[in-house]
Structure formats: structure tokens, C-alpha cells
């Protein structure tokens, strides 16, 4: 039997009724009443269709965090670059926030549900992106450990200072304690643009792990063929190795 052309054609156009309806619920309603059979009442289909559509009930809700996250994720992406890569980070961080806590509904969607070992595709591409920006610093030689640790550590940071924030009544609520945040993070894994003359032996430590990432960045930028594929991912293992060694004795 021939596969029905039209029904093809009706897939994402059918998909997209189906995630618009559950994003009117998240925004009307709340994350509790985003039902499968309510999501299937607003947007007027049979209740299987959701299902057949998105596997389960968590292959539509990371769908709905997409669409979520998609208006965020473009801003990111489209936000300027300076000469500066340290000041576009803390740009990056604001809007992070900003979005944080003006769509607290989308952001527990995809953050707030945790699941061992999963992070949904919205918050992948969000990971990607800061990733990008961190290896710009790295490239500019100011960076004191590794992309990856310094990925992890400001994305686990941006996370946890929003979800805090959005579970603290607004009465209570403190954007300063963003701005706080932002500021002890960025200072934990950048190094200054300019070295003091006084060394001192976590300058000594900063210029090895900022020379390792440069020389990282310059290696992907620029690419060689002097290496072979496994010498150079040994090759970025010891550079990421000296970037996170913790100092001597």
C-alpha cells in the first residue's frame, strides 16, 4: 500500500496545531495542566493523534519547550560581538535572565523537570551557544580552564540563579543577586586582559590554562595536517588537562 501523500503533507502542519495548543495551555494554565487529553481538546484532535505525533507525552513537552526557547535562541544567536568576548559573555548572561524570568513557565518546562542523564534539545542548543561564546574568550587567551569545565560551570550558575529566583516570591525577589552571580562566575573562569607585573601564582596558573585554550581555539580555527585525527583529540586532551590542573603541592 502506497503511503498517503496528503497525509504526509499534513504532518507538520498538524504537529504545529497540536504545540501551539499546548503552549496556550502553559501560558493560560501552568505546567500542571498540560494533559495530553486537554492538549488534544484545546487543539481539536483525536487524543491517539498525539501519540502517533510525538511518541509520549515528554516528546511533545520538549516540543513545546522549542517553541518556547526559540524566540531566546534567536536573540542569543543574533546577539552583537564585540571586541570585548568577557563583555559579550555578561551580555549573554542578562539576556539569559531576562528571559529567565519573564517566561518562568517555558524556562521550568525545560530546566525545571530534570531527568538523570537528559537535557531536552532546547536546552541543548542554548548549551551550544554559550559553548560558542566561551571559546571565543578562549581564543582571545583569557580563558583559566578548559571550554567544556567553563561551559559547565556557567550553565549550571545561569540555571540554578534562575530557577532560585523564580520560586522566591516576587515580594522578595533580588535581580541583583543575578547580577552578583554573573559577576563571581565570570570572574572564576576568565582572567584579566592584562597581567599584573606583580605575578603571583595564580597569574602563573591562569596564563598556562589561557595559553592552552588559545592554542585550542587557533588549532580549530585554523585546522593543521600535521597531526593525525587521534593525536589531535590527544592533543586536546592534554591542552583541556592543563587548563583544569589544580596547582601543584
Known sequence: MGTDISTEQA???LRDRIVLAAAELLDEE??????????ALRAEVPHPTIFRLFGDKEGLLEAVGEHGFATYLQHKSRLPETGDPVQDLR?????????GLGQPAYYTLVYGRARPGHLSPAGQRAVTELQRMIARIAAAGRLRMSVERATAVLHAAGVGTILTMISTP?????LETADATRDLMIAAITAPATADP??????????????AMELRAALARRGTSALSAPEKALLIDWLNRL???????
Open 170 to 174: 516576587n515580594e522578595s525577589r533580588n
Open 91 to 99: 551580555a549573554a548572561w542578562d539576556l539569559h535572565i531576562r528571559f
Open 198 to 211: 606583580a605575578r603571583t601564582e595564580q597569574q602563573d596558573r591562569d596564563d598556562t590554562a589561557a595559553t
Open 243 to 249: 587548563a583544569d590542573a589544580e596547582p601543584a603541592g
Open 30 to 39: 501552568g505546567l500542571d495542566a498540560l494533559s495530553t487529553r486537554a492538549i
Open 11 to 13: 504532518r507538520p502542519a
